[in-house]
């Protein structure tokens, strides 16, 4: 029986992290307000960049659209095509594909998972593609793992493995009863791992841990 592979983007898929602390460090200076270190600014990448804003930087309830108005305006004509896949990545996308179905559940818009995955020739490895899109109320990491879900509904939940990051990867896929796999090679720290089920520190020991999987019926050859 197949596998669904859910990735993560930020952080795991993609090493997108300099194009976003670059657009944040400029939107902070544009409105004035002090740099975060960057091991702060680090924390942005994952959640949705409203929480991000509040949580790490105290910034007003009342003046976080005017922060993504900034941010936008500097990320989306720079910061989106900055970083580059993850070494091995694309080797790894390309064994997987073979044998298993691959989406992609991104806390980024969709708009924007969608440019990223096109820039950096990723796109033709996933079946689905799965951002954040307010207008559908798809907000938050259980809704949008929900979605990829909803695409697959011949693969039942053993058979799906969450890839990613952060800890909000993990509690997601825990919240829908499937597995994950924490890539401590992104922007997590290594407390946000510790429900995980299994971990990689590189892209490509994701093909040995699933050809272990082999030996209980999967279907990839090591």
């Known amino acids: 029986m197949k596998k669904l592979i859910l990735f993560d983007l930020d952080g795991t898929l993609v090493e997108t992290g300099p ?9 902070f200076r544009e409105t ?18 409203e929480y991000s804003f509040q949580t790490y930087a105290d ?3 009342e003046e976080i659209d005017l922060m993504l108005k900034v941010f936008r305006k ?9 970083g580059k896949p993850y ?13 298993c179905v691959l989406a992609v559940a991104s806390a980024k818009p969709q708009k ?14 996933f079946q689905t593609l799965v951002g954040s899109d307010v207008r ?7 809704e949008i793992i929900t979605e990829v879900m909803k ?19 993990i509690q997601g896929a825990k919240n829908l009863g499937i597995d994950s796999i924490a890539a401590l090679y992104g922007y997590g720290l290594d407390e946000e791992f510790i429900e995980a089920t299994h971990c990689i520190a590189t892209p490509v020991e994701l093909i040995s841990l699933l050809a272990k999987e082999n030996e209980k019926g999967y279907g990839i050859n090591g």
Do not use: C
């Open 19 to 27: 194009g976003i602390l670059d657009s944040l460090k400029k939107t």
């Open 32 to 49: 004035k307000r002090a740099v975060p270190e960057d091991k702060v600014l680090e924390r942005f990448i994952g959640p949705r960049l």
């Open 59 to 61: 910034i007003p309830e």
């Open 74 to 82: 500097f990320y989306n004509k720079e910061g989106i095509f900055m």
């Open 87 to 99: 070494p091995g990545m694309v080797e790894t996308l390309q064994k997987l594909s073979e044998d």
């Open 112 to 125: 924007n998972v969608t440019i990223v995955l096109d820039h950096f020739g990723l796109t033709k490895y």
């Open 136 to 142: 559908l109320n798809r907000i938050h990491k259980n």
């Open 151 to 169: 695409n697959h509904p011949d693969i039942v939940q053993e058979e799906m493995w969450m890839v990613g990051d952060r800890i909000y990867d």
